[in-house]
């Protein structure tokens, strides 16, 4: 039986990379989202949509989803895992950085989900998977903007699955440690970022992409009736 429609968003790099491969591999026909489209479609993969979308447009992720649906049928999970992390303290940092991840990590997750929920609502199945953070569960130096996005994300997450749980559909949480990605790059001090490098050569160094599209898999993978709320997933000699 051909397997069902997987979305992902911030499918050009890093975990959104690896859950494409890992979930094309399984055979599922895919929508892959981003805003670099040349990155999706470097990845080859087979009976795969790329679109250019930008998780701020609402309308945007709604026409490539209607679009996929039309050649691979109901999307059966929307992995919402585009992010940004721009750290800084609150007293120098540039406020278009927050709104930005604002925008990209929150209100992103609502119009991703907004594009599916009504249709997995009236079928009584499908699953919504969120791309978290351990810093959505606990704090960290210069992370207060990027933690409150991220606590917001297991908040409407939480909220969300109450809600829907009576119409079978299965809202998901992935929140990683620190995962070797580009994530780090977009943030502007340097001093932060050789601080987080260093904290990453003293656990040992951290999980990678992989990791996290293999946990993926396993919660997706269990029967529908069977949620697995969340999951944090971070190196062992993590803190
Ligand atoms: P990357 O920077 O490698 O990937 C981020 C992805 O998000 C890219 O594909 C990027 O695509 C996409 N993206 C960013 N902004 C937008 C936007 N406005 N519209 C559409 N896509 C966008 O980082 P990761 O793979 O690490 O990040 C993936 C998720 O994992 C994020 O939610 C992040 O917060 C979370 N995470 C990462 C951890 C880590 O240590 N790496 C730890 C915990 C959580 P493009 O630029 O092409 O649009």
């Given at each position: 039986m051909s397997k069902p429609l997987v979305v992902i968003t911030g499918a050009s790099s890093g975990i959104g990379a690896a859950m494409a491969q890992a979930f094309s591999n399984e055979g599922h026909p895919l929508l892959l989202l981003a805003r670099r489209v040349d990155r999706l479609e470097s990845?080859?993969?087979?009976n795969t949509l790329c679109r250019q979308v930008d998780v701020t447009d609402r309308d945007a992720i709604a026409a490539a989803v209607a679009e996929a649906e039309a050649k691979y049928g109901n999307v059966d999970l929307f992995i919402n895992n585009a992010g940004c992390m721009l750290l800084g303290g609150l007293d120098t940092q540039d406020p278009n950085e927050w709104q930005r991840m604002f925008d990209v990590n929150v209100m992103g997750v609502l119009n991703g989900t907004h594009a599916v929920l009504p249709a997995m609502k009236a079928r009584k199945g499908g699953t919504i998977l969120n791309v978290s953070s351990i810093a959505g569960r606990k704090t960290f130096p210069a992370h207060a903007a990027y933690c409150g996005t991220k606590f917001a994300v297991h908040a409407m997450s939480e909220n969300l699955r109450e809600e829907v749980a009576d119409d079978n559909v299965r809202v998901i949480v992935i929140a990683p440690g620190a995962?070797?990605?580009?994530?780090?790059?977009?943030?502007?001090s340097d001093e932060i970022k050789a601080n987080y490098e260093g904290w990453k050569e003293q656990m040992g160094g951290v999980i990678s992409p992989d990791d996290i599209a293999r946990t993926a898999l396993f919660a997706y993978q269990q029967p529908q009736n069977l949620c697995i709320r969340e999951i944090v997933v971070a190196a062992t000699r993590q803190q």
């Amino acid at each position: 039986m051909s397997k069902p429609l997987v979305v992902i968003t911030g499918a050009s790099s890093g975990i959104g990379a690896a859950m494409a491969q890992a979930f094309s591999n399984e055979g599922h026909p895919l929508l892959l989202l981003a805003r670099r489209v040349d990155r999706l479609e470097s990845l080859s993969l087979p009976n795969t949509l790329c679109r250019q979308v930008d998780v701020t447009d609402r309308d945007a992720i709604a026409a490539a989803v209607a679009e996929a649906e039309a050649k691979y049928g109901n999307v059966d999970l929307f992995i919402n895992n585009a992010g940004c992390m721009l750290l800084g303290g609150l007293d120098t940092q540039d406020p278009n950085e927050w709104q930005r991840m604002f925008d990209v990590n929150v209100m992103g997750v609502l119009n991703g989900t907004h594009a599916v929920l009504p249709a997995m609502k009236a079928r009584k199945g499908g699953t919504i998977l969120n791309v978290s953070s351990i810093a959505g569960r606990k704090t960290f130096p210069a992370h207060a903007a990027y933690c409150g996005t991220k606590f917001a994300v297991h908040a409407m997450s939480e909220n969300l699955r109450e809600e829907v749980a009576d119409d079978n559909v299965r809202v998901i949480v992935i929140a990683p440690g620190a995962v070797e990605t580009e994530l780090l790059s977009h943030t502007t001090s340097d001093e932060i970022k050789a601080n987080y490098e260093g904290w990453k050569e003293q656990m040992g160094g951290v999980i990678s992409p992989d990791d996290i599209a293999r946990t993926a898999l396993f919660a997706y993978q269990q029967p529908q009736n069977l949620c697995i709320r969340e999951i944090v997933v971070a190196a062992t000699r993590q803190q």
